[in-house]
C-alpha cells in the first residue's frame, strides 16, 4: 500500500507564493520520478507542471518556467513545488504523483496523491 498526501494549497493573491508539499509512504523500495500536475475548472485532462528524476534533473511546463520550483528530499520521500509569482491562470486542483517500484525488480507504477486546491486571485 502506498500513499501521496499533499499539503500547502490554499488561497493567494496574485503575485503571491505558496509552497506545495507531498509525501510519500507506504511500501516503497525506490522511487524515479516524482511531479506535480493540475487540473484547471472545466477542464477534464491532468496537465504536467513540474517533475523531478531521482537523480535531480527537472522538467517545467512552459507556462511555469521561471516561477516554479520543483525539489525533493529523497531521504524523505517528499516532493515540493514552490510557487511564485503566482496568476489567476494557475488556479486549479494541483495532484502529486510518484512512478515507484514497491519491490526489487517490480514494476514502476504511477500513483496520485488525492489533490489540493490553489486558487489565485486577481
Known amino acids: 500500500q502506498v500513499q501521496l498526501v499533499e499539503s500547502g494549497g490554499g488561497l493567494v493573491q496574485a503575485g503571491g507564493s505558496l509552497r506545495l508539499s507531498c509525501a510519500a509512504s507506504?511500501?516503497?523500495?525506490?522511487?524515479?520520478?516524482m511531479g506535480w500536475y493540475r487540473q484547471a475548472p472545466g477542464k477534464q485532462q491532468r496537465d504536467l507542471v513540474a517533475?523531478?528524476?531521482?537523480?535531480?534533473?527537472?522538467n517545467y511546463a512552459n507556462s511555469v518556467k521561471g516561477r516554479f520550483t520543483i525539489s525533493r528530499d529523497n531521504a524523505k520521500n517528499t516532493v515540493y513545488l514552490q510557487m511564485n509569482s503566482l496568476k489567476p491562470e494557475d488556479t486549479a486542483v494541483y495532484y502529486c504523483?510518484?512512478?515507484?517500484?514497491?519491490?526489487?525488480?517490480?514494476?514502476?507504477?504511477?500513483?496520485w496523491g488525492q489533490g489540493t486546491q490553489v486558487t489565485v486571485s486577481s
Open positions: 507506504g511500501s516503497i523500495f525506490s522511487i524515479n520520478v
Open positions: 517533475a523531478i528524476i531521482s537523480g535531480g534533473n527537472t
Open positions: 504523483a510518484a512512478e515507484l517500484r514497491m519491490v526489487v525488480g517490480g514494476p514502476s507504477l504511477r500513483y
